[in-house]
């Protein structure tokens, strides 16, 4: 159908109000455009809400998950466990890397990863799996706790994909915060946008020094740091390894702070949403609803024909 007519339903339309605007057009008025003390503020923002160490505002949640990786210092052929019911994303960043993804099969009652299936690969497999990265698909926690404790049991780094997962409650804590490493999409059709951006999170001193460098051509100190240095000696920079240009612009920040104050309102409106639909769509019995979870994030409302 032709998506300029009033027929259309649109996949995800944001929703965008006054805040955005005035925090855009600050923004605009300040002369500071790139990376500078919105992107911090809503850094500030992602810790606060997810009660985690360190949040780094990226251009993308792709550029988060490959930063995590490159931070754990995954590469040449090594493999990584995933789900194979994901978006690309999740798949690529380990081919930047030169690793491989390792797919286990979903479960059938959350269409998640099956962490038993987790197990038995991390067993029974020779080749090297350095990394397991579930995917909290359409906001539906993932079982964490099965998951952590296989990954403790053989010592391998958990990188959440929590770009439906804004915001999820797993049944080991908030979904993006109890792996290693968590990345969270704000991307334009996602739970909240900054237009396109993504925020990796971390309790890991390590992971987080590492992306902060490496998101910016691997710089040792960030542009408005710089800005900020109050003498000469303190511009100066070192460049420390071949990195990424993958900061969040303040234009978008500005966009992603606004939308963050709202994340709990849409989130009950997206839950009031499901329920509707869960509802309606139970008294079909050619189309299967989504599986049901209290920590849902309802990003999508997955039906199964
Ligand atoms: C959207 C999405 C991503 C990537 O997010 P971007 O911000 O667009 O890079 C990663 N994983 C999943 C599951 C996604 O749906």
Redesign the pocket.
């Known amino acids: 159908m032709n998506p300029t007519t009033r027929e259309y339903i649109p996949f995800a339309r944001p929703v965008i109000g006054k805040e955005e605007e005035n925090l855009v057009l600050k923004v605009l008025r300040s002369g500071w455009l790139t990376t500078g003390k919105y992107a911090l503020s809503l850094e500030k923002s992602f810790i606060k809400y997810l009660n985690v160490s360190h949040a780094l505002a990226l251009n ?3 550029s988060g ?1 490959h930063l995590a990786l490159e931070a754990l210092g995954i590469g040449n052929g090594d493999h990584v466990v995933t789900s194979p019911y ?2 690309t ?2 798949i690529e960043i380990a081919r930047y890397l030169g690793a491989h993804p390792f797919f286990v099969d979903i479960e059938d009652s959350s269409f998640n990863i099956d962490p038993n299936l987790i197990e038995e690969a991390l067993k029974n497999e020779h080749r090297k799996i350095r990394c397991i990265i579930p ?1 909290h698909l359409a906001g539906h926690p993932c079982d964490m706790t099965a998951i952590k404790d296989t990954a403790q049991n053989h010592q391998v780094p958990i990188v959440e ?1 929590a ?2 997962a804004l915001p999820c409650t797993t049944n080991a804590g908030l979904a993006g915060t109890v792996g290693d490493a968590g990345v969270f ?3 334009a059709t ?1 739970n909240i946008t900054s237009g ?3 925020m990796l999170v971390t309790s890991s001193e390590e992971i987080a020094a590492r992306a902060t460098t490496m998101r910016l051509h691997g710089i040792d100190r960030d542009v408005w740091g710089r800005y900020q240095a109050v003498s000469p000696a303190t511009w100066e920079y070192d460049i420390v390894a071949p990195g990424y240009k993958y900061n969040m612009p303040d234009l978008a920040a500005a966009v992603g702070l606004a939308q963050l104050k709202k994340v709990d309102v849409f989130h009950l409106r997206r839950t009031q949403i499901a329920e509707k639909y869960l509802k309606h769509f139970k008294e079909h019995d050619f189309l299967v609803p989504p599986p049901e979870s209290p920590g849902h994030s309802w990003h999508l409302f997955l039906l199964l024909e």
């Open positions: 993308s949640a792709t998950l994901t978006f994303a999740t995917v994909d770009a439906h999409s704000l991307y996602k396109e951006g993504g």
